[in-house]
Nanobody, 116 residues
Framework: QVQLVESGGGLVQAGGSLRLSCAAS????????MGWYRQAPGNQRELVAVITSGGSTNYADSVKGRFTISRDNAKNTVYLQMNSLKPEDTAVYYCKIWAFGGMVYWGKGTLVTVSS
């Protein structure tokens, strides 16, 4: 069983910053890719950023230049540094990991609210 615990969400003013963390724990798993998705009210869940086991990254166009994804393999943790936040970034942010062998795991989400 793999568990993902997200933290770092909250309320911030437009232009501010937040750092999200997602720590994976459990037994008998080896992480391949890690990523962040978000879902705003009334919208579908969308990709924000992903990072491969080799460190390659990919971002949604809407967050390029403002968000940075990183990972600490020793801690099985993925981070999302969010700068220059905008009201349209308001959403529940979910982390996702891909394990070698094909399993996929989701966190429960953390709410980010950006006030104007």
């Amino acid at each position: 069983q793999v568990q993902l615990v997200e933290s770092g969400g909250g309320l911030v003013q437009a232009g501010g910053s937040l750092r999200l963390s997602c720590a994976a724990s459990g037994s008998r798993f080896s992480i391949s890719g890690m990523g962040w998705y978000r879902q705003a009210p009334g919208n579908q869940r969308e990709l924000v950023a992903v990072i491969t086991s080799g460190g390659s990254t990919n971002y949604a166009d809407s967050v390029k230049g403002r968000f940075t994804i990183s990972r600490d393999n020793a801690k099985n943790t993925v981070y999302l540094q969010m700068n220059s936040l905008k009201p349209e970034d308001t959403a529940v942010y979910y982390c996702k990991i891909w394990a070698f062998g094909g399993m996929v795991y989701w966190g429960k989400g953390t709410l980010v609210t950006v006030s104007s």
